[in-house]
């Protein structure tokens, strides 16, 4: 791993999960360093959080391909003329091909607001609370061709209280992944963290099937 690991992220909306990375990076310890942020969304507010942190933002219009396929492969030529060690995505709302995952393999974050392998997919708060779930929480993962499916880095579990709604466990949620998606990309920029033949490896440990698990 380089001295410095660069890190392209993709957004497509307000980008409040690239601010806790800039915020986080910008300590001065971390040797992650952000070289590009790109949406699909030329109007994603997380678009201004880049600029006004001095990196480099691209907007890409899914809607000016003719398949997911084309898109994916603009995309691809856009994301490696930054150089990424690492991709990271946050709040990307598109479905991406089994070309794109695997060319960055073993390089591709992504984080989901639930406890994977509960609640693929979207309405995950509301999901939790009509099961009668006691806990509930956020994961960052490995992406694989499986839809939130890859392998479990870190979780952020939380209890569920009796007057939760969906949206005040999404708030409450959303706090812990501004906590743990940074602390995911420094373990990897660290080279602490990677993905090998055993699975997701931390300091040269593999991690159990549930990731690592901050309880709040």
Same mark, same amino acid.
């Given at each position: @791993? ?90 990307? @709302? ?10 960055? %393999? ?37 992406? *694989? ?19 939760? *709604? ?31 033949? %055993?699975?997701? @490896?931390?300091?040269? %440990? ?6 690592? %698990?901050?309880?709040?």
């Amino acid at each position: @791993m380089p001295s410095t690991c660069n890190v392209v992220v993709l957004i497509s909306g307000s980008g409040s999960n690239l601010q806790a990375l800039i915020d986080d990076i910008q300590t001065g310890d971390n040797p992650a360093r952000i070289s590009a942020v790109i949406s699909n969304r030329a109007d994603a507010y997380g678009l201004e959080r880049a600029r006004a942190a001095g990196i480099p933002a691209f907007s890409l219009d899914h809607r000016q391909f003719a398949d997911r396929e084309a898109f994916d492969a603009a995309l691809i030529e856009l994301i490696d003329q930054n150089s990424p060690d690492l991709l990271v995505l946050a709040g990307f @709302m598109r479905i991406l091909t089994s070309g794109f995952v695997r060319h960055y %393999q073993g390089r591709l974050l992504n984080i989901h607001p639930s406890l994977l392998p509960k609640y693929k997919g979207l309405h995950t708060h509301q999901r939790a609370l009509e099961a009668g779930d006691g806990e509930h929480g956020c994961s960052v993962h490995f992406v *694989t061709e499986e839809l939130d499916g890859g392998p479990l880095v870190l979780q952020s579990v939380l209890l569920v209280n009796a007057d939760d *709604t969906p949206a005040s466990l999404a708030e409450r949620v959303h706090v812990q992944e501004h906590v743990i998606y940074p602390l995911a990309v420094r373990w990897f920029a660290q080279g602490r963290l990677h993905l090998g033949t %055993q699975g997701v @490896m931390l300091d040269d %440990q593999p991690l159990p099937a549930s990731g690592h %698990q901050i309880r709040t």
